[in-house]
């Protein structure tokens, strides 16, 4: 079993692995993985907003109970981030192509900043109200998502399937996580502050997260980048 003080490290260390294969065997995607994971590693930072109010993990030299801040979110998210953004793309055997530049100046295409920046704006107005901080979170996420979907209705498909199948992928990380370290979910989730409702022995909150990010992080490289999602 492994030490819990080391749990947090194993766990999320353990999304680079399927990140490195990803990146190995897929020459295609890997500038958009490595855009993506550079681009998600900061949010590591934000972990005082969640610490102990949403969860408490024991960290590297006990960093998340001195200072909020730890390695392991910023381990995190880099490995989340790129296979986020590409996993719809392998599995439905689609690649990416420059979107033409007459279809650049369509209406729609006047919120294309707006549309990126909008978890950005609805995070900080969901954040005081009397409630866990994975709740805003949440919905800065689901935001950004629909505004996604209204400003390019061509990734309406990537992004929903962009949701459940990072939900199933989260998943199988969860169920490795309690399967590794029985019991570690309920010591560090702070379940006494969220709605109650448990699935398979995981917050529906962390499930919620893993299909908001899901959705929203599927497209945002092809939003930043001018590209669309074609067959083959």
């Not at 805003?136 to 459940?164: E, H, Q, Y």
Request: hydrophobic share 50%; net charge positive.
């Amino acid at each position: 079993m492994i030490p819990e003080q080391y749990v947090w490290l194993v766990w999320s260390s353990a999304f680079l692995i399927p990140w490195g294969i990803f990146y190995v065997a897929l020459p295609k995607f890997r500038r958009a993985m490595l855009w993506s994971s550079l681009f998600t590693t900061p949010f590591g930072l934000t972990e005082p907003l969640f610490v102990p109010e949403y969860w408490n993990p024991p960290s590297l030299f006990d960093l998340a109970q001195k200072t909020g801040f730890d390695i392991e979110s910023l381990i995190f998210c880099f490995g989340i981030g790129g296979i986020g953004s590409v996993l719809y793309n392998v599995l439905a055997h689609r690649s990416l192509k420059s979107v033409p530049t007459t279809e650049k100046s369509l209406p729609l295409h006047r919120h294309h900043f707006k549309a990126l920046a909008s978890p950005f704006v609805a995070f900080p107005m969901f954040y005081f109200f009397p409630w866990n901080p994975i709740y805003p979170s949440i919905i800065a996420m689901f935001v950004g998502a629909i505004a996604n979907i209204l400003c390019r209705p061509d990734l309406k498909t990537k992004t929903w399937w962009g949701g459940l199948l990072f939900l199933a992928y989260y998943s199988v990380f969860l169920a490795g996580l309690e399967w590794t370290a029985p019991g570690y979910i309920s010591k560090v989730w702070n379940l006494s502050e969220l709605s109650g409702l448990v699935l398979f022995r995981v917050p529906v909150e962390e499930l919620l997260f893993a299909i908001g990010f899901g959705m929203y992080w599927s497209g945002v490289y092809e939003h930043f980048t001018w590209k669309k999602t074609t067959p083959g």
